[in-house]
């Protein structure tokens, strides 16, 4: 088709940015970007299926796991033990990381940490979900890889992306030199270049964060939210608060239009509740890449220390100067003791 690239075409096309990449990586997104399919034909017709609901299993999280949830898990795991391009996947559905225990897998060099279904509590009510994931290269060099192959910082980042299960199906993702978004085309099931090097606005008038939470927050927080709501025409506020729940959908709006998502401390999660390794990571290093930022509310999320496989962490994420506003306001009313 004329002028149309496929995900396919596009990461053979850019292949020649790593000079010493023999195809891995290549072949990695694009295994990725098959489960991709399959997830996204199971998530549309969810409500035709007995695939709605509850597993009636618990996640490590202690979360109630959706049989989507359980699906997606198999099907991304299935599709990196196949395409033999990754040693350990860490995935949010499961307690430990599971090792790629085959004659190829054992000796390939990526590390794969995935929530395959970011949002999973939308599906029964046919919200937008998404699918998080984050490549890192092995640093062990002989024997198994091991779990200190999978906690290095976000700066070590090979690539990273989402899928959004939306009004249409997307995957973004970026390998450290700009931000693509390809649309899925399904009467050619082909992921095609829709958004090429994605940059988030610098500034922006939409603020996402559940504010049902606010007696809980920090108050650098609650102060940032009065900021929002107060009347000044010159800087375009009020701003406008969208929620959606849903991680991947939230931050791809603000990707789109301008905004900042936040997911500070609470009560209930006094190291926040997302994810450092498989959701705030890959999502930071994303939005850096589009020209945002992506802190704790103090420092940057790329350079947190990781210490555990489901480690959480508070996150400020999105137009530059938003997230900046919000961090002098914790600064001042929220200092780190
Ligand atoms: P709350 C979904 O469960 C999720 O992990 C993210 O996708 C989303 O941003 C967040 O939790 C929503 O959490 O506490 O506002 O329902």
Redesign the pocket.
């Given at each position: 088709m004329q002028g149309v690239l496929t995900l396919g075409q596009f990461i053979i096309e850019k292949q020649n940015d790593f000079p010493y990449a023999k195809g891995e990586l290549s072949r990695l997104l694009r295994d990725i970007g098959i489960a991709s399919k399959i997830v996204n034909r199971e998530v549309n017709k969810a409500g035709l299926m007995d695939i709605l609901g509850d597993a009636g299993t618990i996640n490590i999280q202690g979360?109630c796991q959706k049989k989507l949830d359980v699906f997606a898990n198999e099907q991304f795991i299935s599709a990196l033990k196949s395409g033999g391009e990754c040693c350990i996947v860490a995935s949010e559905e499961n307690d430990e990381f599971v090792y790629i225990d085959g004659e190829v897998s054992k000796n390939a060099k990526y590390i794969v940490a995935i929530d395959p279904l970011?949002?999973?509590?939308?599906i029964d009510v046919n919200v937008a979900v998404?699918t998080i994931f984050s490549i890192y290269r092995r640093k062990s060099v002989d024997g198994k890889a091991t779990l200190a192959d999978v906690l290095q910082n976000g700066t070590e980042q090979v690539a990273a992306g989402y899928v959004i299960y939306g009004s249409s199906t997307m995957l973004v993702y970026t390998t450290g030199k700009g931000v693509n978004g390809f649309t899925l085309d399904p009467s050619i099931g082909e992921f095609c270049l829709s958004h090429p090097k994605m940059k988030i606005p610098e500034d922006g008038t939409i603020y996402s964060i559940?504010e049902?939470?606010y007696v809980h927050f920090p108050e650098g927080v609650k102060k940032y939210l009065k900021y929002c709501q107060v009347e000044d025409t010159d800087t375009l506020r009020p701003y406008t608060s969208r929620?959606i729940?849903?991680?991947?959908a939230?931050i791809h709006r603000n990707m789109i239009k301008g905004g900042i998502?936040i997911?500070p401390t609470t009560s209930s999660a006094p190291n926040g509740?997302?994810r450092l390794v498989y959701?705030c990571n890959p999502m930071a290093f994303i939005i850096e890449q589009a020209g945002g930022r992506a802190t704790d509310g103090y420092s940057r999320i790329l350079e947190k220390d990781v210490t555990s496989l489901h480690q959480r962490s508070a996150i400020f994420i999105g137009s530059e100067n938003m997230v900046l506003k919000v961090e002098s306001l914790m600064s001042e009313y929220s200092p780190l003791l």
């Open positions: 979360e970011d949002g999973s509590s939308n998404g559940n049902g939470n929620y729940g849903s991680m991947v939230d998502f997911y509740k997302l959701e």
